[in-house]
């Protein structure tokens, strides 16, 4: 079954240094793009237009608040969950604490690997695809159960119309028997009724 292809973008929240090594490795993946700027500011402003599908962010660059606020913009945007992945780490205290509200499914340590973080990235897309076709195929098979199911209550119904019309012919068929019987005349004589012809005396 064809599926549709889908081109995932990442926008990356870091230093220019890591910023533009990061989209290097990305831009090199098939059905992947890449966008890198230096804070949350431009970050907010870049999500409009490019509508990514996946966050990075180097550790420690972005507070958590303005972490969180792009992550809301960015759902906002894409109508679905937005995930991130944390390059540079370990994490600090305070972000460790808010690690599940921020959907942060991926802390990749320092110093920075672009191929780490490409392998993050494909993990994400992988498991992505893999639900999307599994939804295809449920849909798939529920329109070929449905088409069955209609297919069979189309012959159910047109079985049913042929008895019933077959039923009803019977029945009109002995109706019309019934009053041919009484319509027809009396095969014995009236006694009551005169002779149309002379009897053998000739009176």
Do not use: C
């Not at 090594?21 to 402003?45: D, F, M, N, Y």
């Not at 992505?128 to 329109?143: D, F, H, N, P, T």
């Not at 019309?165 to 009484?182: C, P, T, Y």
Request: glycine share 8%.
């Amino acid at each position: 079954m064809a599926t549709e292809s889908i081109t995932r973008g990442v926008l990356v929240v870091a230093s220019e240094e890591i910023g533009a090594a990061a989209t290097r490795q990305i831009e090199g993946q098939p059905g992947l793009r890449a966008k890198a700027v230096t804070g949350p500011r431009p970050a907010l402003g870049a999500i409009g237009t490019f509508g990514p599908h996946i966050l990075v962010f180097e550790a420690g660059r972005v507070p958590v608040p303005a972490m969180q606020a792009v992550k809301n913009m960015a759902e906002l945007a894409a109508s679905r969950p937005v995930p991130l992945i944390i390059v540079a780490g370990p994490l600090d205290a305070a972000m460790e604490a808010q690690r599940e509200n921020l959907g942060i499914v991926e802390v990749l340590d320092s110093p920075f690997q672009g191929a780490a973080l490409v392998e993050a990235v494909k993990q994400l897309v992988e498991k992505w695809e893999s639900a999307r076709k599994e939804s295809q195929l449920r849909k798939q098979k529920q329109m070929q159960i449905q088409e069955r199911l209609r297919s069979a209550s189309n012959k159910y119904m047109a079985m049913t119309e042929e008895a019933a019309r077959l039923k009803l012919g019977i029945g009109n068929e002995e109706v019309q028997d019934f009053a041919s019987d009484d319509a027809a005349p009396s095969s014995e004589d009236d006694p009551n009724k005169p002779p149309t012809e002379p009897t053998w005396d000739g009176s």
